[in-house]
């Protein structure tokens, strides 16, 4: 079993779309989670951790759900630049391990 | 804060030849540096991580003597294919951790082998 499995889309929505990711870890000892946005060709960039009570920033809200070991990324009022990949990681302590990307594509 | 950098950014070689990619921490201590590799369309697979002034620890299925890292110091680690390949082309990535749960990603550095 992988140690975190994300959908890889493509998500295709409108402008203005709320649209969800979610992922799944397989190591219950995880302490650590972080949402990722890797644009083409370029390195991940750090989006948000992602906090047991769940945490906000902006447009964007994480949260997690030890009991189902899953964590979520939700995006309101998508724009055209929040085109792009995103990536769950996930570290048991001492290393970090990543979802396979989840593609979001946002249409005018 | 917490910037990485990545040298070269490209490199194009031809089969048979050898490639060094420099990883530095520049405004922060790393006692844990990762290397990455990337295919297109595909996710980052984790291919080493280098412990300054120990050996690098490799995942399975990555040759250690293809694929040769060096952590001199708290700010660098270098990582040579040797004897490249034209399979060896892919988008190799480091990260450098600041801390246990903190992790900081180097541009990248795209290798093309003729």
């Known amino acids: 079993r992988k140690e975190v499995e994300q959908d890889p889309g493509p998500f295709n929505v409108p402008e203005g779309a709320t649209v969800a990711f979610n992922c799944t870890y397989s190591?219950?000892?995880?302490?650590?989670f972080f949402w990722y946005r890797q644009d083409c060709r370029k390195e991940p960039k750090l989006l948000m951790s992602?906090?047991?009570s769940g945490n906000e920033d902006g447009r964007f809200t994480a949260q997690l759900n030890r009991a189902s070991q899953y964590i979520s990324l939700l995006i309101r009022d998508s724009k055209l630049s929040d085109s792009a990949t995103y990536l769950c990681?996930?570290?048991?302590?001492?290393?970090?391990?990543f979802g396979t990307g989840t593609s979001l594509t946002v249409i005018p | 804060g917490a910037v990485v950098s990545q040298h070269p950014s490209w490199v194009i070689c031809k089969s048979g030849t050898s490639v060094k990619i420099e990883c530095r921490s520049l405004?922060?201590?790393?006692?844990?540096m990762f290397w990455y590799r990337q295919f297109p369309k595909q996710s980052l697979m984790l291919m080493a991580t280098?412990?300054?002034?120990?050996?690098?620890?490799?995942e399975q299925g990555v040759e250690k003597d293809k694929f040769l890292i060096n952590h001199a110091s708290l700010t660098l680690s270098t990582l040579t294919v040797t004897s490249a390949h034209p399979e060896d082309s892919s988008f190799y990535i480091c990260?450098?951790?600041?801390?246990?749960?903190?992790?900081?990603f180097g541009p990248g550095t795209r290798l093309t082998v003729t």
């Open positions: 405004d922060f201590q790393a006692t844990t």
């Open positions: 190591n219950s000892a995880s302490q650590s």
């Open positions: 990681v996930v570290n048991p302590g001492n290393q970090f391990y």
């Open positions: 990260s450098a951790a600041r801390t246990s749960y903190e992790q900081y």
């Open positions: 992602v906090y047991s």
């Open positions: 280098s412990n300054e002034g120990s050996k690098a620890t490799y």
